[in-house]
């Protein structure tokens, strides 16, 4: 088989495992275009049609259905293999996809980036920021980073932060002209600002803590986004107070607990 022939079987089978070529693109570092032709050139090399497209789905034809049956396990092999070998040299290497939060993104994984790099310089991180928290296993990542709060019940966590303690903050143009609430109540008489759960679209309730029990608030105000920027923004402006959302990083397996 030539090396060609291997490279386009390989697009092949992850289009069909994402169900979508722009994620099978980004998995395989390639543009969206790239990944279409290559896809093209083996239907016109096989003469048969092996992928359905819509604007919206893509789905393997019958005879896609049986290439794929036939070619996954040996790909998967040879994956093992190549993974067998590497791990014989006593050094780690491979691809690494992680699913995260784009705030544990950027305080978390961010600030280490250069020294994982220095310390396994052969392998290749994959991130990709996900607010709206997909299923880590749907999505075939290694593994993910959630809000401590929010794991799925079936996933092995290991915690990666402490509990960051959390205010609600406002600028100082806001407290001049609308003063400051003394208790959790009194925020109802104010304008706040809401996080908006991607995905699920959800609105975040806010947790206070007072005396040692924890409330957790619904508020409202003139701002709802899903973007972090979009909310931070909003309240150095002087919109209303916010809260930021993340209270505990924890690392999400992707295998099941037996």
């Not at 543009?31 to 032709?37: D, G, N, R, Y």
């Not at 096989?46 to 049986?66: F, H, M, Q, W, Y």
């Not at 809000?147 to 609600?168: F, H, N, Q, S, Y």
Request: overall charge positive.
């Amino acid at each position: 088989m030539r090396g060609s022939d291997f490279a386009e079987l390989k697009a092949f089978a992850a289009v069909v495992e994402r169900a979508s070529f722009s994620r099978a693109a980004n998995h395989l570092g390639l543009s969206a275009s790239a990944l279409s032709q290559t896809i093209r050139q083996l239907e016109t090399r096989l003469a048969v049609r092996l992928l359905n497209r819509t604007t919206r789905s893509v789905a393997p034809t019958e005879a896609g259905a049986r290439l794929y049956d036939r070619i996954a396990p040996m790909m998967q092999e040879m994956d093992a293999a190549v993974a067998e070998a590497i791990a014989a040299t006593g050094r780690t290497a491979g691809t690494l996809r992680i699913n995260t939060l784009g705030m544990a993104a950027k305080k978390v994984i961010a600030p280490r980036l250069g020294r994982f790099h220095r310390e396994h310089p052969d392998v290749v991180l994959d991130i990709v920021i996900d607010d709206g928290i997909s299923d880590i296993v749907a999505g075939r990542f290694d593994a993910g980073i959630r809000i401590g709060e929010r794991l799925e019940k079936d996933m092995i966590a290991v915690r990666l932060t402490p509990d960051m303690p959390m205010l609600a903050v406002a600028s100082p143009h806001y407290l001049a002209r609308h003063g400051e609430p003394k208790t959790p109540p009194d925020l109802h008489r104010h304008g706040c600002i809401n996080w908006r759960f991607p995905g699920s679209g959800a609105i975040y309730r806010w947790p206070l803590t007072k005396k040692g029990k924890t409330i957790e608030l619904s508020v409202t105000g003139p701002l709802i986004s899903n973007l972090q920027d979009v909310v931070v923004e909003g309240a150095l402006q002087g919109l209303a107070y916010f809260t930021p959302t993340m209270t505990t990083a924890s690392l999400s397996h992707s295998r099941q607990a037996n």
